[in-house]
């Protein structure tokens, strides 16, 4: 998930992207937490800076 949330984010420069990475990077592993994402809506990313 972290490699393609940086490719993400090295295509758009999206700094939510980036956001979204470093939340990712500091959360420990954990099956609950992946449960919890699973369950969230995404929503789409604004590409046109």
Do not use: A, C
């Amino acid at each position: 998930m972290i490699d393609f949330t940086w490719k993400l984010f090295s295509q758009t420069g999206n700094i939510d992207t980036y956001l979204l990475l470093k939340e990712l990077e500091t959360e420990p592993n954990s099956n609950e937490s992946n449960v919890e994402m699973e369950n969230q809506e995404v929503s789409p990313l604004d590409t046109n800076l």
